[in-house]
């Protein structure tokens, strides 16, 4: 299959623009006041769901047929994403992974659907890993996987152009709900997202890594995408169950009765742990009566 250009991937993928937006009755928000919708950006695209889409189609263009190397951890939705878009658009895709000691063991359902979707897997040390922004590093990894020529999009796909395209998620929302909640991995959809909602609107990011260092993370990305802070955003974190991957029997049962609830499949490691924050705040008192909280729905399950 020969790699299409730039303009021919992002009108290829059709994706379902703008998301549906749907408020849901759950009893837990209405009796404090609060309306609950849901963002349904899981919807845009069946196999580059939610934020992937956002972030993936400006690096898709921008790669314009080029190989397209990128990073993750042996779970990673970002990897899965990227590896179902070079299937899609014909683009060669190299999966740079976290975790040399994985080489030559059997591929865990996420990184076998990533080489069954055609994506060569390079897996380095942790301590290589780390350092993937250092130019020499990075430069190495490159020669190491025979990608040198290739377009490089970072961890979880934040870099500028995928912050930019995400604010048209914000833009979206606008005038839609008083706070939108979004859950965060590297920060990059919440940098957009607070640079596309309405002044008044305020925007939560719920990591689901521990560490406290996601705050200086968005407010680089913003600097690197915008030139500057934008918007009213703040984060929570403490919903991450322990880091990221990681989950609870808590986590599991609160996700399995919100389907019930409400008829959808809840994502666990970042979707789950949003909403199980947000029921807490609201719980908490965190949000007025009258509040419309818009929840962004990022990943299916």
């Keep these: 299959m020969v790699a299409v250009t730039s303009n021919d991937a992002l009108a290829a993928l059709k994706p379902r623009l703008p998301s549906p937006l749907r408020e849901v009755r759950d009893d837990r928000f209405a009796r404090h006041g609060v309306r609950l919708l849901l963002k349904r950006d899981d919807l845009i695209h069946p196999d580059l769901v939610g934020n992937k889409w956002r972030k993936l189609a400006p690096n898709l263009a921008a790669a314009d047929g080029r190989p397209i190397v990128t990073f993750g951890g042996a779970y990673s939705n970002h990897l899965r994403a990227t590896a179902a878009a070079g299937r899609l ?31 060569r897997l390079h897996f380095v ?9 250092d ?3 990075l430069a190495r990894v490159l020669r190491a996987a025979d990608a040198e020529d290739a377009y490089v999009v970072p961890e979880g796909g934040s ?15 606008r005038g839609r709900a008083d706070v939108v909640a979004v859950a965060c991995g590297t920060g990059g959809t919440l940098a957009g997202m607070a640079a596309g909602v309405a002044p008044e609107q305020r925007v939560l990011g719920i990591p689901v890594l521990k560490g406290g260092f996601l705050g200086d993370e968005i407010r ?16 929570d974190e403490r919903f991450h169950f322990g880091g990221y991957a ?34 807490a705040l609201v719980d ?15 990943g299916s399950r």
């Excluded at 870099?159 to 604010?167: D, F």
């Excluded at 690197?224 to 703040?234: I, S």
């Excluded at 908490?284 to 990022?298: D, N, R």
């Design 220 to 235: 680089d990305l913003q600097e690197r995408a915008f030139g500057g802070p934008r918007g009213d955003w703040w984060l």
């Design 89 to 119: 658009l014909g683009m060669p895709t190299v999966g740079v992974v976290r975790g040399e000691e994985l080489a030559g063991r059997p591929l865990n359902p996420s990184l076998a659907r990533c080489a069954a979707d055609g994506m």
């Design 135 to 137: 130019p020499a590093t």
């Design 159 to 173: 870099n500028a152009l995928a912050v930019r395209g995400c604010q048209a998620l914000g833009e979206e929302l």
């Design 125 to 133: 040390d942790r301590s290589t890993y780390r350092r993937k922004k």
């Design 246 to 279: 990681r989950t609870t029997p808590e986590l599991h049962a609160f996700a399995e009765e919100f389907e019930e609830r409400h008829g959808m499949g809840v994502e666990r490691l970042y979707v789950a742990k949003m909403l199980y924050g947000l029921v």
């Design 284 to 298: 908490e008192g965190a949000f007025a009566p009258g509040t419309v909280v818009a929840a962004v729905i990022t």
